[in-house]
């Protein structure tokens, strides 16, 4: 299976069946995302634990294209579990891979996130690829 393959499989599989969808009735931060130009919504939760660092549970509502849902859903299952420096790390490397001249040095565990790397070829997909990465990192800072 070639990356093209691998990365129509992944994404429709989550835009299909999206991980971790939904309220978290007792998230420590919620932020909203739009991207006008395509129509997307995408909603992220985030309860913290106790040290108020590690990312406890994370879900995520919305609609919209395929690559907006999948690149969220995906994204929430990356975090769950990981400290608020580490997400804000992988948050950063997801936006060089989309936008930078030069792709990242991928971080270890960044996994299966780089198969939207193909998404940079497409800048006008590039908002629908960050808009639940970007709701992520608001809700972060607000839970500070
Ligand atoms: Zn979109």
Request: glycine share 8%; charged share 20%; proline share 4%.
């Amino acid at each position: 299976m070639n990356l093209d393959e691998l990365y129509q499989t992944v994404v429709l599989d989550h835009a299909r069946r999206p991980r971790n969808f939904g309220d978290l009735p007792q998230a420590s931060a919620v932020a909203e995302g739009v991207n006008p130009s395509c129509g997307d919504e995408v909603t992220v939760s985030v309860k913290l634990a106790a040290d108020g660092d590690k990312i406890e549970d994370i879900k995520f509502k919305g609609a919209g294209c395929a690559i907006s849902q999948a690149s969220a859903s995906l994204m929430t299952v990356k975090l769950k579990g990981k400290t608020r420096a580490e997400a804000l790390a992988f948050e950063h490397v997801f936006h060089d891979m989309l936008t930078a001249a030069t792709l990242p040095v991928y971080p270890q565990g960044f996994g299966d996130l780089q198969i939207l790397e193909g998404v940079r070829k497409f800048p006008q997909r590039v908002k629908c690829a960050t808009l639940g990465w970007n709701a992520l990192k608001q809700a972060l800072t607000a839970a500070a």
